[in-house]
């Protein structure tokens, strides 16, 4: 059936066809690709994550002396 | 689009126009969607990963050379780096439903010529599901998306000659598969 490699190739041309995706689905992605602003991502503010460090340290010294007395 | 319109749009896209981008979307997005949908073998993969990426695509266009690398190349780069990283991910073994491999037979072909036409193709879908990936990458975008042995190389990152081997192997393995399962 398949003596020749021009015989699968034949065959391989003739059986994968084209799909076609949802006209729906394509229009609304393209309008979500113009539209949405995208995920942003927030940066923390630098000032917060250097107080909440400096508030555990305190407050993992402070158990430790507490602990020790 | 004439390739003198596509690098103008391009160009404009690049810019950050948004007609512009949403014009290349409208020119590739079936191109991708289907080179997707042979790769992933289901409609609901296909069109998750065509919107990842043309939304990777209108986030890194800036960065887009225009040397030497066709714009359909990089989105089809895009496309192939998001389905490996599916697979990788998922663990997912292809699952390709046949009868959407399979095209309609005719309306007036007998029944007898359509079962025996349907079996062969079942034949051959089941040696091509025992090729290697890159193999499986090959076919897809020379029988689906009907593309150049040139096309295919900057795609895959080859040079031309070794794509044409790499053709001509994918092409014995199959026969070689075709006549274990006769």
């Known amino acids: 059936m398949f003596e020749t490699l021009s015989d699968i190739e034949q065959q391989l041309y003739s059986t994968f066809r084209q799909v076609r995706p949802d006209p729906d689905y394509v229009y609304r992605l393209r309008n979500r690709l113009l539209t949405d602003p995208g995920v942003m991502l927030e940066e923390r503010p630098k000032m917060a994550a250097f107080a909440i460090v400096s508030l555990s340290l305190f407050f993992g010294v402070l158990l430790i002396w507490l602990f020790r007395r | ?182």
Not at chain 2, 17 to 30: G, H, I, K, N
């Open chain 2, 1 to 182: 689009m004439t390739t003198h319109e596509t690098d103008d749009t391009l160009e404009r896209a690049i810019q950050g126009d948004p007609d512009a981008f949403s014009d290349l979307y409208e020119c590739y997005v079936d191109r991708i969607y289907n080179y997707i949908y042979y790769r992933t073998g289901n409609h609901f993969d296909a069109e998750d990963l065509t919107a990842r990426v043309f939304h990777r695509a209108l986030g890194h266009i800036q960065s887009y050379n225009n040397r030497g690398v066709p714009f359909s190349a990089w989105l089809y780069r895009i496309a192939h780096n998001l389905v490996a990283n599916w697979y990788r991910d998922r663990g997912r073994r292809r699952e390709i439903p046949l009868e959407d491999y399979i095209s309609p037979p005719e309306g007036s072909e007998h029944l007898e010529t359509v079962l025996v036409k349907n079996q062969e193709n079942e034949r051959l879908f089941s040696a091509i599901r025992k090729l290697p990936m890159d193999r499986q990458h090959l076919l897809v975008l020379k029988f689906v998306e009907r593309l150049s042995n040139a096309e295919v190389a900057v795609i895959m990152r080859r040079s031309e000659g070794a794509i044409k081997s790499l053709y001509h192997r994918t092409l014995l393995s199959l026969r070689s598969e075709l006549k274990k399962m006769e």
